[in-house]
């Protein structure tokens, strides 16, 4: 593997931790989450690794996104796209 695919590959993962924090921060319910994975091309390199998710494990990380990150704002509830980088 080159350096280029090696970023490149690096980049994707990083795009869709984003992505997958973002929903994972909101306010959806576990099954809303799931399904928006399925079909948000986002998370197409990913589909055969989202499947394997159970919607109990969703349901944790939310609950543990939701508490234990840090904002850019000091606001209790996290405004969408609001995450410190």
């Keep these: 593997m080159s350096e280029f695919d090696s970023e ?4 994707r993962m990083e795009e869709f931790q984003d992505a997958l924090v973002e ?8 099954c809303v989450i799931m ?4 079909i948000d091309d986002r ?4 589909r055969d690794y989202i499947e394997q998710f ?5 349901e944790v990380a939310c609950e543990l996104v939701r508490s234990w990150s840090k904002w850019k704002n000091a606001a209790e509830t996290p405004p ?3 995450l410190l980088q």
């Design 54 to 58: 159970d919607p109990d494990m969703i």
């Design 35 to 38: 399904e928006t994975m399925r």
């Design 43 to 46: 998370f197409a390199e990913y």
């Design 80 to 82: 969408d796209g609001d």
């Design 8 to 11: 490149a590959e690096n980049k």
């Design 23 to 30: 929903l994972l921060a909101g306010s959806s319910s576990p």
